[in-house]
């Protein structure tokens, strides 16, 4: 183990105060930021504007890491797939999923999942710990190392043009971290995402709603999943602590007064489990009745061995999304990503392990 400190996820004003604390001039904070996160540079002897003792003291005294790349699949349809590998040898996977000149990288917020959905391979993959906010930057910059990313590109230029935050983990049982991670990430003169190009993704941690996605400005997407108490309850155990009534009071408390604020609900289709017509009317008297500005993202299940569930029909699919979209709401289904590859999330770990 080494006693220098992780550069990579101290926030800029941390950086400036460990360079005062050596004696160093502020404005330095910024330049080695530029080099961290605009530049991608991992060497601190390549960093040209630093004078000779000072890249010898930041040698001495910090690190630049980046999690091992352990297994790496990519699909026919060029969806990549990372395996993680932190300092202390725990892991996560990373997805980017490419469309016709952007795509999404999907980061880990945590090493397994405390909420236990019965539909997710991750939720069979008890809770080790939460991902520190450089474990979680540092996924993205394992991407554009991988895409040759560096330094950032112009926002019309960019290929990883987006993230989604909804890999393993629950990131709203990790807030300080997730929003610390994604300060960095949209941070204009480093890496610079767009936090409209940011979304979120969380199963309802009810209290923490509003206050996470105020404190990043990213975008919100609930994993509903149900358009009740009961089927979402025996789908997601953590209903019975967050209700819909309570999630769906606190997205309206976040739509308040920002008009520009949408909410993606997820839902994925579930064979004689929350497919029907009459859950499709359900759900729909629900958006009605909190009057939310929305959109669902219909996802056909994908089953991974040992699960409970069947995917639902193509047919009843389409009639879902139909209602849907009669009653006014946006309701795309998503296309199946990386078939040929493990593609639920959680899987190349758990093939890893075992291994
Ligand atoms: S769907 Fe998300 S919140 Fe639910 S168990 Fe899986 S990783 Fe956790």
Redesign the pocket.
Known sequence: MTDKTELIGLSKTEIQEKLIQMGEKPFRAKQLWQWLYFHGETDFDKMSNLAKDLRQKLKNNFTITRPKIVAEQVSKDKTRKWLLEFQDGQRVEMVYIPEDDRGAVCI?T?V??????R??????QKLTRNLTAGEIVSQFMVARDTYGEWPSPTAETRYLSNIVV?????PL?NPENVIKALNILTDGEGIAISRRRITM???GIAPKIVSTLKATGVRLAI?LHAPNNQIRSKI?P?NDRFPIEEILKACQEYQSGDGSRYITFEYLMLKDVNDSLDNARELIALMKKYKLRASFNLIPFNPWPGCIFQPSTEKNIKAFADALEKAGFAAPVRVARGQDILAA??QLKSQKEKS
């Open positions: 880990s945590q397994g999942c405390a909420v236990g959905c539909f997710c391979h991750t939720g069979s909804m890999g393993m983990g629950e049982h993704s969380t199963s994993s997601m953590i999330c959680g």
